[in-house]
């Protein structure tokens, strides 16, 4: 059961201490989140390249800071393996080999089986409301019966960061933060194809309609088919000789 909404806040400092009760203060966000968060999407989106030496010093012109919160959000990023700060060499955002690949698309899937379990016990209806309005949101590029690639990409992270969001357990979205954004920018460099697009929306009503109807095998083993899928596409896209990842297909 969630806990229930608290009491209105008194009218007062004094009428506050009297009766014991505080005052929640919403603090604005770090200067170091908000660099951190666009220097991310510009690796996502493409606009950074795999590999590329960062300089502090040019994107802190770009961004309008001094270069001390661009050190911290290379930091922070460092953290979700966006960033390689090497050293005496500089910070390089990530690239990946087909080992990391598949490690990567191993641990999504042990993630993503693990929070569809957790969110269905946690609350079944409204997962499926929320995976539902998801996959409504991605019909909407649908025209003349084909997706745009690029654009699905957003409904696509939306899809399976609701699933992950629904557990509300703190540590199953942090450890599936670490692996979220590379995820993002693989997809972003090498999902391309209105076919792939469309096959991963199918996917995602399969997905849903078996959680609906309470077949939670049926719905894992079309989440592990479709992360499976995700892998070979990634695979075959980026870098010859993949090894075959140990993922349920």
Do not use: W
């Amino acid at each position: 059961m969630k806990p229930a909404r608290a009491a209105s806040a008194p009218d007062s400092p004094s009428a506050a201490r009297s009766s014991g009760s505080i005052t929640r203060i919403d603090r604005p966000r770090s200067l170091t989140a908000i660099v951190a968060e666009q220097i991310r999407e510009l690796i996502v989106s493409g606009g950074l390249a795999l590999g590329e030496q960062l300089s502090e010093q040019s994107l802190a012109e770009q961004l309008g800071v001094s270069r001390m919160p661009v050190r911290e959000a290379f930091l922070h990023l460092q953290s979700e393996r966006l960033v390689d700060v090497r050293p005496q060499r500089g910070s390089f955002v990530f690239d990946y080999d087909v080992t990391e690949l598949r490690e990567i698309c191993e641990l999504r899937q042990v993630l993503e089986i693990g929070a569809l379990q957790v969110a269905i016990k946690f609350d079944r209806a409204g997962l499926v409301r929320s995976l539902r309005a998801c996959v409504k949101q991605a019909e909407a590029l649908v025209i003349d019966d084909v997706i745009d690639p690029l654009a699905y990409q957003a409904m696509d992270t939306l899809f399976h960061d609701s699933l992950i969001q629904a557990t509300e357990n703190r540590e199953l979205i942090e450890a599936y933060t670490k692996i979220s954004g590379r995820i993002r920018a693989i997809r972003h460099r090498l999902m391309r194809s209105p076919r792939q697009s469309a096959e991963s929306q199918a996917q995602h009503s399969r997905i849903v309609e078996a959680i609906a109807a309470s077949n939670d095998a049926l719905a894992a083993g079309e989440l592990a088919q479709h992360v499976f899928n995700s892998y070979r596409m990634f695979s075959d896209a980026s870098r010859p000789g993949a090894i075959q990842p140990n993922l349920k297909s």
